[in-house]
């Protein structure tokens, strides 16, 4: 695989104190180490052993989430045509930054992500890995997840995705000072289950390119759900163009 890291450029921006405020959800504080300690994971599958077709386009996408990240000020770690062994081994459990953004781009299926040797490996497991639990680090920052992939074409009846476990009442919780293990994450995924994510194999995909156009024009003013529903928005004005 290929790995770059990649310092990202200075932003020109009014107050970097209103573009962390608004587009981490105005909660978070704002200190001159968290605006100098962000780190970006961004994987692009492209090319694949076996029968899967390359994904034509992604090249694209990769330069303009790259062009984001930078003009946020996160530290870029670029990975290139990862095997499903090696996605989450190597970086994303030892963060210690002060906020973090993962970005996923491959092809996939329901709840999985392919690694470029064909193998799936489950999108939970990036939630897993960065949780409360798992990366106590990144306890009370916030965690942006991308995911530009296809979610599967076929209904599988007989899978469950209940939640069984027994976590206690809110209050029980805070008497015992429990903390939900998955906080702060905010998850944004280029199609619902069971459908297929489309990219152009010469321009790549509208998610991505609809993303980065939203962060870049209007971060400094919208809060990230708001950034996540305008981009929406735009993805469904232009679906007549798929």
Known sequence: NKMVKQKCETVDCQSDHFLLNYLLFQVYPVTKDSMSNRIALLINNIDFNGKMSKRN??????????????????????????TAEVVFTARTCSFTSNSVFVVVMSHGGFGTISGSDQVDFEIDKIYECLNTKNCPD??????????????????????QSLATENIGSPSENAKAGVVHVEKDFIG???STRYTSSYRHP???????????????????QDHIEE???KVNLYLILSSKFY
């Open 188 to 190: 944004f995924h280029s």
């Open 202 to 220: 010469n321009r790549g995909s509208h998610f991505i390119h609809h993303i980065c156009d939203v962060f870049r024009a209007v971060c400094c």
């Open 138 to 159: 990144l306890r009370d920052k916030p965690k942006v997840i991308i995911i530009q992939a296809c979610r599967g074409v076929e209904v599988d009846l007989s899978r």
């Open 227 to 229: 950034l996540l529903k």
């Open 57 to 82: 386009g992604a090249e694209q996408d990769q330069q303009a989430m790259l062009k984001l990240l930078g003009h946020l000020q996160y530290e870029v770690v670029l990975h290139q045509d990862l």
